[in-house]
């Protein structure tokens, strides 16, 4: 048996013109909106978040140089977060023992 993992939920509504609800009620039963409704946006954002990671892939795939300048900022950005890091740690004032 599986363990459901408690998620927080929300409730909210939606106005919709009666063509589309009533597709929508054709399409599932009624007491099975809320479940298809989920469906269909779970599935449309992964979908979405797919669509974006091969955008992402075919850009530098196709641009190599891209794929290099990206990096490049990366690792500008760790430096950065680094020597900021490390001035804030040589700025820190030391305490007095007594």
Same mark, same amino acid.
């Given at each position: 048996m599986k363990a459901r993992i408690s998620e927080t939920r929300y409730t909210f509504s939606i106005n919709l013109p009666t063509s589309l609800y009533q597709k929508l009620i054709n399409r599932?039963?009624?007491?099975?909106?809320?479940?298809f409704?989920?469906?269909? &946006?779970? *599935? +449309?954002?992964e979908e979405e978040v797919s669509c974006l990671g091969n955008a992402y892939q075919e850009c530098y795939t196709n641009n190599p140089h &891209?794929? *290099? +300048?990206?990096?490049?900022w990366e690792r500008a950005e760790i430096e950065d977060w680094l020597a900021y890091e490390n001035n804030k740690n040589a700025?820190? *004032?030391p305490r007095n023992k007594k």
């Amino acid at each position: 048996m599986k363990a459901r993992i408690s998620e927080t939920r929300y409730t909210f509504s939606i106005n919709l013109p009666t063509s589309l609800y009533q597709k929508l009620i054709n399409r599932t039963e009624r007491g099975k909106i809320g479940a298809f409704i989920r469906e269909v &946006l779970e *599935k +449309e954002l992964e979908e979405e978040v797919s669509c974006l990671g091969n955008a992402y892939q075919e850009c530098y795939t196709n641009n190599p140089h &891209l794929l *290099k +300048e990206a990096k490049l900022w990366e690792r500008a950005e760790i430096e950065d977060w680094l020597a900021y890091e490390n001035n804030k740690n040589a700025t820190k *004032k030391p305490r007095n023992k007594k």
